[in-house]
């Protein structure tokens, strides 16, 4: 019951923070439109997503 219960935590922290990168580098090139800081913001992930929400 254990090995299922942190199967399924790694899968969502997983997915959880590929949704995160994916969405810095969407809101960074769209307000941006520049690769490089879509890049950086996406190793940033959840980090720039809070900042972008409580800055704008």
């Keep these: 019951m254990d090995e299922n ?6 899968k969502t922290v997983k997915s959880g923070i590929t949704f995160g990168s994916a969405l810095a580098m969407v809101i960074s090139y769209s307000t941006w439109h520049s690769v490089g800081w879509a ?3 996406g190793l940033l992930s959840w980090v720039y997503v809070i900042y972008f929400v409580l800055k704008y």
């Design 39 to 41: 890049i950086f913001h």
């Design 5 to 10: 219960r942190q199967t399924t935590v790694k």
